[in-house]
C-alpha cells in the first residue's frame, strides 16, 4: 500500500506571492486534513476535506484554501504570503468516521519558505 | 479550548537509559489520547493510543497510561536505543463537531540518544 506524498517537498517564495501545495492520499483513505508546522512547534490543523468539501477549519484566514478531488487527492492553496507563513505543511489521510479515524497517515511535508 | 502542554526543552539520553516524557491535557470528557512521533525527514506516525481512562498504549517498548485523575498521558521507554532519536508528540482530537482527523499536538519534545 502507497503511503501519503506531497509535493513539492521544498519551495521558495516571496512576500506577497501565491502557493499551491499537493498531496495524494494513502490507497483506502478518503479524507485528507493538512497541517502547518512552525520550526519547533507542533503541527497546527488548518482544514480537511472529506467528499470534496471543507469538513471543519482551524484558526486560518481565508487565504488558506484547499481542493479535494475525486481520486481524494488534496491541494493546498496559500494566497498573499506573508513571513510567518514559513514552515512545514504537513498533509495527513485517514479512513472517515471510523474509531480508526485519528490513526493519520502524515507526508513528509512541504517545506515553504517566504523571503 | 482542548490543549495539551508536555515538558519543555530536549531530552538527551545514553543508550539503554530510562525515557519519560511529561504531556498533560485539558479537555472536556475523556478523549482518546495518542503519541505520534516524528524521525528525521520523515513524515509523523503514531506511536501508540488510548481511548478510554487508564487504558495503557503500548507499542515498540514505548507505554502510556491514560490517566483521568492527574490528565497526564506520559510516554515511557524502560530502555531506550540510538534508533528512538525523533521528536515525540502528544496529541488529541479538537473539540467540537466531528473532530475525526482533526488533532491538537503538543509543541513536541526532541529526543536524542547517544551510544
Known amino acids: 500500500e502507497t503511503g501519503v506524498t506531497q509535493s513539492p517537498t521544498h519551495l521558495i517564495k516571496t512576500r506577497g506571492q501565491q502557493v499551491t501545495l499537493r498531496c495524494s492520499s494513502q490507497?483506502?483513505?478518503?479524507?485528507v486534513s493538512w497541517y502547518q508546522q512552525a520550526l519547533g512547534q507542533g503541527p497546527q490543523f488548518i482544514f480537511q476535506y472529506y467528499r470534496e468539501e471543507e469538513n471543519g477549519r482551524g484558526n486560518f484566514p481565508p487565504r488558506f484554501s484547499g481542493l479535494q478531488f475525486p481520486n481524494y487527492s488534496s491541494e493546498l492553496n496559500v494566497n498573499a504570503l506573508e513571513l510567518d507563513d514559513s514552515a512545514l505543511y504537513l498533509c495527513?489521510?485517514?479512513?472517515?468516521?471510523?474509531?480508526?479515524?485519528?490513526?493519520?497517515?502524515f507526508g513528509a511535508g512541504s517545506r515553504l519558505t517566504v523571503l | 479550548g482542548d490543549s495539551v502542554t508536555q515538558m519543555e526543552g530536549p531530552v538527551t539520553l545514553s543508550e539503554e537509559a530510562f525515557l519519560t516524557i511529561n504531556c498533560t491535557y485539558t479537555?472536556?470528557?475523556?478523549?482518546?489520547l495518542f503519541w505520534y512521533v516524528q524521525y528525521p525527514g520523515e513524515g509523523l506516525q503514531l506511536l501508540l493510543k488510548?481511548?478510554?481512562?487508564?487504558d495503557k498504549g503500548s507499542n515498540k517498548g514505548f507505554e502510556a497510561t491514560y490517566r483521568k485523575e492527574t490528565t497526564s498521558f506520559h510516554l515511557e521507554k524502560g530502555s531506550v536505543q540510538v534508533s528512538d532519536s525523533a521528536v515525540y508528540f502528544c496529541a488529541l482530537p479538537r473539540a467540537g463537531g466531528t473532530s475525526y482527523g482533526k488533532l491538537t499536538f503538543g509543541q513536541g519534545t526532541i529526543l536524542t540518544v547517544h551510544p
Open positions: 495527513a489521510s485517514s479512513h472517515d468516521r471510523s474509531s480508526g479515524a485519528n490513526v493519520l497517515t
Open positions: 488510548a481511548t478510554k481512562a487508564d
Open positions: 479537555a472536556t470528557g475523556y478523549p482518546s
Open positions: 490507497s483506502g483513505h478518503n479524507t
